[in-house]
């Protein structure tokens, strides 16, 4: 029965971490997470599980799960999901992301290992004109 199940892939939605301004509030200490939807139709439905977790310090650290929820991601659009300290740089992030297009139920886990979130990685985040660390 599960060779049944159609499973699609999830395209065109993107997380993005990105440093915070200089002089912005919080900005030596935080960066920030958003989703991006990239599809020309808007998502539905938009869960967004985060957590971290991994060795610190050289102790098994795991940080609190959060859940964000959105009725709607227009398309073309973006939505910030959390800030993120970054000293839990050092840790995985993972971002769940559970959403409905098309009549359709999607997922994709996002995970940012550590040592991923730092400037060699920069690329140009979409609708933002910032450079920051993402993931399709």
Do not use: C, H
């Amino acid at each position: 029965m599960l060779r049944d199940i159609e499973i699609r892939k999830v395209t065109d939605l993107v997380i993005a971490i990105v440093p915070r301004n200089p002089g912005e509030e919080g900005a030596d200490e935080f960066w920030d997470a958003y989703i991006l939807n990239l599809k020309n139709k808007p998502i539905r439905s938009v869960i967004v599980n985060s957590r971290g977790y991994g060795l610190m310090e050289g102790e098994m650290r795991r940080t609190s799960t959060l859940r964000y929820f959105w009725e709607y991601i227009e398309p073309g659009t973006m939505q910030k999901i959390e800030p993120i300290q970054k000293k839990l740089f050092d840790l995985s992030n993972e971002y769940w992301v559970s959403f409905a297009a098309d009549q359709y139920l999607y997922d994709k886990k996002y995970i940012f290992v550590p040592g991923s979130l730092n400037e060699t990685n920069f690329t140009e985040i979409p609708f933002l004109k910032k450079k920051g660390v993402m993931i399709r």
